[in-house]
């Protein structure tokens, strides 16, 4: 089952809900500080896993995922394991970018992952699930998608213009700019962002 969410029109002025979205799930990895050496502990784990068995794409977001949920009152990750919260957090990463599929690269399977946190697969499952729900996670989710596949993510260009979903690749320029300042489409098409 893919998960969908629903976009807002080019034309409404009312970017209410999506400004409450991008306030809690900034790409920013400042934190609290009373959340700071949870923080640390857990991106040391993240980003040992995925520049080990993924690459740096995962690890960004896995930083990103950690932020947000340590920005988040009362944090989650306050109580439990680190070990568990990491792999739940690259896991859930890897649920949103297909990572457990073998015709993806990189792929991994999610028992393997599981084993390189030190964390049993049904642990890892649980709170990948936990971490996918505190975020609002879904497959292909444009928030939680590696920057370099944005381009065949076809969830990250869908807006609705006048009750139609469109693709926003093929509207009117002046369209793409007004999507793009709402935040509705991650990059204006032909001005992709430098990776990296």
């Not at 790409?27 to 857990?42: L, Y």
């Not at 996670?137 to 939680?144: A, S």
Request: aromatic share 8%.
């Amino acid at each position: 089952m893919v998960h969908t969410r629903r976009r807002q029109a080019v034309k409404i002025p009312s970017a209410t809900q999506q400004e409450a979205i991008m306030a809690r799930i900034s790409p920013s990895e400042k934190v609290p500080k009373q959340m700071q050496d949870i923080f640390h502990a857990i991106v040391a784990l993240t980003d040992t896993v995925c520049t080990t068995h993924l690459d740096e794409e995962y690890a960004h977001l896995a930083r990103q995922a950690t932020a947000a949920l340590c920005r988040q009152r009362p944090s989650p990750l306050a109580t439990g394991r680190v070990q568990t919260w990491a792999c739940g957090i690259v896991y859930a990463v890897g649920f949103v970018n297909f990572l457990f599929d073998k015709s993806q690269t990189p792929s991994m399977r999610a028992a393997d992952l599981c084993a390189a946190f030190g964390v049993s697969q049904s642990t890892g499952a649980a709170k990948a699930k936990a971490v996918r729900d505190a975020l609002d996670m879904g497959q292909m989710d444009p928030r939680w998608y590696r920057p370099s596949k944005m381009d065949d993510n076809a969830m990250a260009w869908m807006i609705m213009v006048n009750g139609f979903i469109v693709d926003a690749r093929s509207m009117p320029r002046d369209l793409q700019e007004a999507a793009y300042a709402k935040g509705l489409i991650p990059y204006l098409p032909g001005s992709r962002p430098r990776q990296g």
